[in-house]
Structures are given as structure tokens and as C-alpha cells.
């Protein structure tokens, strides 16, 4: 698991869907807000704040943070190669 206090550079990759959402945040005007998401995960995945949810169902054992009220950066993240992989950045409520 990360520490908290130390700088954790981690890598970032993105499912074929999250590509897609891509498309759609910077066409919303929600990319500069995804993109700080982004680097507090490259930094460090467990950093609060900003807040996360730990999700349950069919997304079990990944997590979510806002990006919006109605949208989230859903992502899992592999601690044994230190790696976060985002699944969408789009709602995930549809």
C-alpha cells in the first residue's frame, strides 16, 4: 500500500471506454477538472482529499471520485505494479 506523506509516481492507463469518455469531457468543458483528478492519482491514488468512494456491485474493488456532480473518474488501481487504470469519466449511473 502507498504512504501517504511520500510522492508515489504511479502509471496511468485507460480502458477503450474511458477513451471514449474522454472525447465527451473535453467537449463538456470538464477536461482541466478530469485532468486534476488525474495527476492526484499519479501522485498518489489514496489521497483524500479530494474525497472517494470505494464502489460495491458490478464495479466492486474499484473506486469513483467527483468530477462533476452528475460525472466521476472511476479507476482501479493495481498496487503490485503501481499502476491505476481508469475505467470511465463519464457517469457511471446510465
Known amino acids: 500500500m502507498f504512504k501517504r506523506a511520500s510522492l508515489v509516481i504511479c502509471k496511468i492507463v485507460y480502458t477503450r471506454q474511458a477513451r471514449k469518455d474522454a472525447k465527451k469531457i473535453s467537449a463538456s468543458g470538464l477536461r482541466p477538472q478530469t485532468e486534476r483528478l488525474i495527476t492526484i492519482l499519479e501522485e498518489n491514488p489514496y489521497q483524500d482529499p479530494p474525497p472517494f468512494k470505494k464502489l460495491v456491485g458490478d464495479l466492486e474493488g474499484a473506486y ?31
Not at 466521476?72 to 498496487?79: A, F, G, S, T, W
Request: charged share 30%.
Open 64 to 94: 469513483s471520485r467527483r468530477i462533476n456532480i452528475q460525472h466521476r473518474l472511476v479507476y482501479e488501481i493495481l498496487d503490485e505494479i503501481k499502476t491505476v487504470k481508469v475505467i470511465r469519466m463519464w457517469t457511471h449511473y446510465e
